[in-house]
């Protein structure tokens, strides 16, 4: 049986060439960087390297703009929390309706705390509604946060206009860039952005490190107090293997960019195949421009949970963009707030793309999906009602 991996936006395998970087790092070179003797010289040496290699993947202007954290995660929340403190005479947040949890829950815990916060929907296609956007800026906005790409539907957000003109209010604006880093070109340093997110292990690079970008000239205040790590920014010993590692991986994935088109046309093989084969699905997303390596595909009438399940049985990794799971019948905050189909909210698939994909494997998920698909629909008591409703409803433009 093969074995297919695409849930690349939920991690993605650690390249041989970052393992190979990290090793030393885990056995002879186990000095302590802050420390002054030799044993601490190639710690330093290399978690300066990183700095850069970091910088040079995003477009930063200076190294010293990278501050590494444990993961995009406590970025995040160490943007949005300083940014609130620093400002406590304003009050409101924007953010989007279909951000990742990292985001959405601390937008939430502040809330509870009195601030106002604005979340920014978006329309069937996964696109932002940027005047409701343009309404809610305000001199009253502390900070907005908001993703480059979705990572349910690989949606691309205009977010160096955004930032543009967040600034004109006095707005911070912090990026979460966890889905598009290694995968698009980024110059950073030419835009408004003023704190970016982003983590090691979404561009082969290992789990449990990830760094923030600061704009030089930020003000800022850290979430973790005590040592003088990261120039008194994050304090902490540093994970140094772990940093050299996402320091490796930004370097080749800035080696791989230029292979991103070619990523793009696997993801529209999959998704040219399966639409040819399957009736009543959709393309998340698909009108819009998206990150080259992901999509999302609802299958009417029947559970995203189901065909994971059969889809692992012929070995083939996926995700679901549906929240289903025992005891939950709720399709994910991103289908809802897209307002697709009901009857498609919960039968929705993610496949993400790496540059380690083959079209073999694409092949194979297009000549094992329909069967899996055609199964369950005979299993479905909707079906056979449904698939007439698919062709007459006001929804059924959005079908393949």
């Known amino acids: 049986m093969k074995q297919v991996y695409l849930d690349n936006n939920a991690t993605t395998r650690i390249d041989p060439m970052v393992l190979e970087a990290m090793m030393p790092f885990l056995t002879e070179h186990y000095g302590n960087p802050s420390s002054i003797h030799d044993f601490g010289t190639p710690s330093r040496a290399a978690l300066e390297r990183a700095h850069q290699q970091v910088a040079d993947l995003l477009g930063a202007d200076h190294a ?17 929390l300083a940014s609130v403190e620093l400002m406590p005479e304003r009050r409101e947040i924007i953010t989007t309706a ?47 946060s908001v993703m480059w790409a979705n990572n349910e539907t690989g949606v691309l957000f205009p977010v160096i206009e955004m930032a543009a003109m967040a600034q004109e209010y006095g707005a911070l604006f912090h990026c979460d860039a966890v889905q598009v880093v290694g995968k698009i070109p980024l110059d950073i340093g030419r835009t408004q952005i003023d704190m970016l997110s982003c983590s090691a292990h979404k561009l082969h690079g290992p789990k449990g ?11 800022f205040r850290p979430l973790l107090r005590g040592g003088h790590q990261e120039r008194g920014r994050r304090a902490g010993t540093e994970n140094i293997a772990g940093i050299v590692g996402m320091g490796s991986a930004c370097e080749l994935a800035q080696i791989h960019l230029p292979g991103a088109p070619s990523l793009a046309q696997l993801r529209d093989r999959l998704e040219e195949g399966l639409i040819a084969q399957v009736p009543s699905v959709m393309v998340m997303g698909g009108n819009q421009p998206r990150v080259p390596g992901t999509t999302n595909l609802a299958f009417e009438f029947i559970e995203g949970e189901a065909i994971l399940l059969l889809l692992n049985q012929m070995g083939i990794a996926a995700s679901s963009g549906s929240a289903c799971t025992s005891g939950s019948l709720e399709p ?16 929705t698939i993610r496949f993400s793309l790496s540059r380690y994909t083959r079209e073999k494997e694409i092949d194979y998920v297009i000549d094992t999906l329909p069967t899996i698909i055609a199964r369950l629909r005979m299993l479905s008591p909707y079906w056979q009602e449904g698939k007439t409703v698919a062709t007459d409803s006001a929804f059924a433009p959005l079908y393949g």
């Open 64 to 80: 010293s703009e990278i501050i590494f954290t444990s993961c995009a995660t406590e970025a995040t929340s160490t943007a949005l």
């Open 98 to 144: 279909v951000e990742h949890p990292a985001t959405l829950a601390v937008c939430e815990h502040l809330e509870r705390q009195g601030y106002l916060i604005h979340r920014i929907g978006v329309n069937a296609d996964g696109a932002l509604d940027m005047e409701q956007y343009r309404q809610a800026l305000s001199p009253q906005v502390a900070v907005v």
């Open 209 to 219: 490190v990830g760094c923030l970008y600061l704009r030089r000239g930020t003000r």
């Open 332 to 347: 994910s905050h991103v289908m809802r707030a897209m307002n697709i189909p009901y009857t498609a909210a919960h039968g």
